[in-house]
């Protein structure tokens, strides 16, 4: 079965950092824009960061010049570094794949926990 499979999440400080990993299988990985979303409870969920097949990137301004997303064909994986965490970046995060030139999202990972706290 196709499936996202997200990883990497944890309970960290404020300014500390954490590396997400989301691995697909069950199908073509390499031709999809992949995405990180997150989502805290009674809030909607919230566009953090997308990268092409090409490599061209995008991230929400609140994580511009922190977060860094990457992807590794090869091993049909896409990353997400998160540098400098603060408390308003704890939320669930989500692995998200969708159909290249379009807004169509074909598959959501379960969610991995990132938790910022003193």
């Known amino acids: 079965q196709v499936q996202l499979v997200e990883s990497g999440g944890g309970l960290v400080h404020p300014g500390g950092s954490l590396r997400l990993s989301c691995v697909a299988s069950g199908g073509i990985f390499s031709i999809y824009t992949m995405g990180w979303y997150r989502q805290v409870p009674e809030k909607q969920r919230e566009l953090v960061a997308t990268?092409?097949?090409?490599?061209?990137?995008t991230y929400a301004d609140s994580v511009k010049g922190r977060f860094t997303i990457s992807r590794d064909n090869a091993k049909n994986t896409v990353y997400l570094q998160l540098n400098n965490l603060k408390p308003e970046d704890t939320a669930v995060y989500y692995c998200?794949?969708?159909?290249?030139?379009?807004?169509?999202?074909?598959?959501w990972g379960q969610g991995t926990q990132v938790t910022v706290s003193s």
């Open positions: 990268i092409t097949g090409g490599g061209g990137t």
């Open positions: 998200n794949a969708r159909i290249p030139l379009t807004t169509i999202s074909i598959l």
